[in-house]
């Protein structure tokens, strides 16, 4: 048999991931549980790294996804609500799409509507044709990276809009829910991807409107 | 923009996910609180209903995926050890080697060995020709289902063998860890799949024999 030794590098990571549970932990002290929150934050690691091409920055990734998820649920459950519209944007990948919209959504509302992405089959790493488009705008998507849809986060929302994950959404009763009809900016070359940003940008626009 | 109404079904599911959750935090009652324990079956069921194509049985196949992972994590925190090797198969669509692995393990060692198998990109069904190759043996895998890789059966393994999952495996200092070139048996003819069936059940038994 072919025995291999383990990957250094993940007995570092456990390490890293030990500090930000504990991190979190003390952040939701009263809320959740320190082992949950700690399960939140190893559970998260594996989801990325089960996709993420680079693992150079996922251990600062995954603080970022565990404490996003953590506030969704708090949110949700109503013991820290954010006092403002959230809205989730759903698409395949995470890579495209539901990026450019929540990059989008943040531009026009800034903090006055919390947004998320995510996706149902999460790429290794953001379309690069997505990031130049959205540079174009000064929106710098290079810190984003692709989720896979959660049940807290869907929770948590207020708005749910999907682009193009079928049927493979939860839907949650008493939600806003829409589905767009946005083209897949994926292998397009960049002048078209402008084009689809733009027209995301009108329907963003219309929702900014619609929420506040 | 496009409205659309909630699908009826996740109603009735949300329903059926609530007592699942209350039935589970009764079987863990003292190890984990309620709360994590809801967690564990609503995000069980998210992470499968991302992927699976069928949803069905998707109530009845995310209680079986929580209950063991929440198995997992009580045997790797030394909570309630199984008190027998654990072995968990890893490949990138939990389809075809690592469910037959699986089997195979099941079928050698009976409950002398627990056995889990999981995907680093889980796919949204069985292979048809492994679910017949297997047959072959006796070994109906009807009922399985693809899963996503999670930080808990990973930390509950005391042996985990990889097929052809490169480097999105997580591997945990401290266990044994093998990487088994195994043909992948997707688009392989069913005779063909019996040769891979074949090659892996020589590898099983050996396993078996060093570990009992």
């Known amino acids: 048999m072919n025995q291999s030794n383990p990957m250094p590098g993940l007995l570092h990571d456990d390490h890293v991931l030990?500090?930000?549970?504990e991190e979190l932990a003390a952040k939701f002290d009263g809320v959740f549980s320190p082992e949950m929150v700690d399960r939140y934050v190893f559970e998260s690691y594996t989801a990325l790294a089960r996709t993420a091409r680079i693992k150079t920055y996922l251990t600062s990734i995954t603080r970022h996804f565990a404490l996003d998820r953590l506030n969704a649920l708090a949110h949700s459950q109503g013991i820290r609500p954010s006092g403002?519209?959230?809205?989730?944007?759903v698409c395949v990948?995470?890579?495209?799409?539901?990026q450019m919209a929540a990059g989008l959504l943040r531009l026009h509302a800034s903090d006055r509507i919390n947004v998320r992405s995510a996706g149902?089959?999460?790429?290794?790493?953001?379309?690069?044709?997505?990031?130049?488009?959205?540079?174009?705008l000064g929106i710098d998507l290079r810190q984003e990276f692709p989720k896979p849809l959660t049940d807290d986060v869907v929770r948590a929302a207020d708005v749910v809009i999907t682009m193009g994950c079928g049927d493979t959404?939860?839907?949650?009763?008493?939600?806003?829910?829409?589905?767009w009809h946005i083209e897949d900016p994926a292998d397009l070359p960049l002048s078209e991807v402008g084009r689809v940003r733009d027209e995301l940008d009108g329907r963003i626009k219309r929702l900014v409107g619609e929420l506040l």
Not at 18 to 21: A, E, F, L, T
């Open 169 to 179: 959404c939860p839907i949650y009763p008493g939600k806003r829910y829409e589905d």
């Open 84 to 89: 403002v519209p959230e809205v989730l944007f």
């Open 18 to 21: 030990h500090r930000i549970s």
């Open 93 to 98: 990948q995470n890579a495209g799409r539901s």
């Open 120 to 136: 149902s089959l999460p790429a290794e790493h953001l379309n690069d044709n997505v990031v130049a488009s959205m540079k174009e």
